[in-house]
T-cell receptor
Framework: ETGVTQTPRHLVMGMTNKKSLKCEQH?????MYWYKQSAKKPLELMFV???????ENNSVPSRFSPECPNSSHLFLHLHTLQPEDSALYLC?????FGTGWEGYTFGSGTRLTVV | SQQGEEDPQALSIQEGENATMNCSYK?????LQWYRQNSGRGLVHLIL?????REKHSGRLRVTLDTSKKSSSLLITASRAADTASYFC????????????FGEGTQLTVNP
């Protein structure tokens, strides 16, 4: 375990469903991230939260809706997805960027399949 | 253009051999990191090298950074079958704070 927990590990949903992905960390980090990893493509940054405030939305379609109620929890709400949204969704956390920053801690990911 | 491009895309070696992967990037950076990913799992942070460092070691890992060429290499010595995974470099640009940009990765296969 890395200290970043993602649930569920696997999710199959229809295009009309609404579901949520959850990420939780108790590392004392104050920045959290959602990344999308599709086959044969680099990781794509989706959202960044710093001290539970969204600081970046990387042109993500509105069918993906993030929520960060506190610095330890991050959600990704999904609705009316398309088959091309099928991917591995990775959550990561980190300390403040600055001197001594040591990068991200990732969760194990949620494998999402849209049918 | 893609920040953090790894080369080669795939590498297959025998156990005990050394594996070298390269990464190139395009903009000025604060740090460069290497991550490892086992199939279908999350990424694990391996090592971070700062822009003012040229070489760093951690166990069987050796990372070099050449900021004049905007390139880095990851060397894994005395490889083991358990090193089989995808390896990614990631950079944080000078003006991007903690936002990391990842390359497409190198798939390393170590044959027993």
């Amino acid at each position: 375990e890395t200290g970043v927990t993602q649930t569920p590990r696997h999710l199959v949903m229809g295009m009309t469903n609404k579901k949520s992905l959850k990420c939780e960390q108790h590392l004392g980090h104050n920045a959290m991230y959602w990344y999308k990893q599709s086959a044969k493509k680099p990781l794509e940054l989706m959202f960044v939260y710093n001290f539970k405030e969204q600081t970046e939305n990387n042109s993500v379609p509105s069918r993906f809706s993030p929520e960060c109620p506190n610095s330890s929890h991050l959600f990704l709400h999904l609705h009316t997805l398309q088959p091309e949204d099928s991917a591995l969704y990775l959550c990561a956390s980190s300390q403040d960027f600055g001197t001594g920053w040591e990068g991200y801690t990732f969760g194990s990911g949620t494998r999402l399949t849209v049918v | 253009s893609q920040q953090g491009e790894e080369d080669p895309q795939a590498l297959s070696i025998q156990e005990g051999e050394n594996a070298t992967m390269n990464c190139s990037y395009k903009t000025s950076i604060n740090n460069l990191q290497w991550y490892r990913q086992n199939s279908g799992r999350g990424l694990v942070h391996l090592i971070l090298i700062r822009s003012n460092e040229r070489e760093k070691h951690s166990g069987r890992l050796r990372v070099t950074l050449d900021t004049s060429k905007k390139s880095s290499s990851l060397l894994i010595t005395a490889s083991r079958a358990a090193d089989t995974a995808s390896y990614f470099c990631a950079t944080d640009g000078v003006n991007s704070g903690s936002r990391l940009t990842f390359g497409e990765g190198t798939q390393l296969t170590v044959n027993p």
